[in-house]
């Protein structure tokens, strides 16, 4: 069994800070890249920030300056450090984790995602 699990959600005011985290525990190899999503209420889900094993990053424009993603291999964990926060920025945030799975003597990618954490920013 795979979890992914966030934490660290909750309202914040305009201009605050706030620091996610999401640790994956479970059966698998190795994780890949990992990542942040968000939903905001009548939208899709989009790309935040991503972060590979090697610690190559990539951010959506619109929090480039504001957010930065960073990982802790030894845990399994990636972190979402957000400063700067906008009314904008008010979404469900999601985590996600690419893990390498053994399969036979093989191995698969398979994502999984978290339950989400709201991040309610007020002006």
């Known amino acids: 069994q795979v979890q992914v699990v966030e934490s660290g959600g909750g309202l914040v005011q305009t201009g605050g800070s706030l620091r996610l985290s999401c640790a994956a525990s479970g059966s698998f190899i190795s994780i890949n890249v990992m990542g942040w999503y968000r939903q905001a209420p009548g939208k899709q889900r989009e790309l935040v920030a991503s972060?590979?094993?090697?610690?190559?990053?990539n951010y959506a424009d619109s929090v480039k300056g504001r957010f930065t993603i960073s990982r802790d291999n030894a845990k399994n964990t990636v972190y979402l450090q957000m400063n700067s926060l906008k009314p904008a920025d008010t979404a469900v945030y999601y985590c996600?984790?690419?893990?390498?799975?053994?399969?036979?003597?093989?191995?698969?990618?398979?994502?999984?995602w978290g339950q989400g954490t709201q991040v309610p920013v007020s002006s």
């Open positions: 972060v590979t094993r090697g610690d190559n990053t």
């Open positions: 996600t984790a690419a893990l390498s799975m053994a399969l036979g003597r093989g191995k698969f990618e398979s994502r999984y």
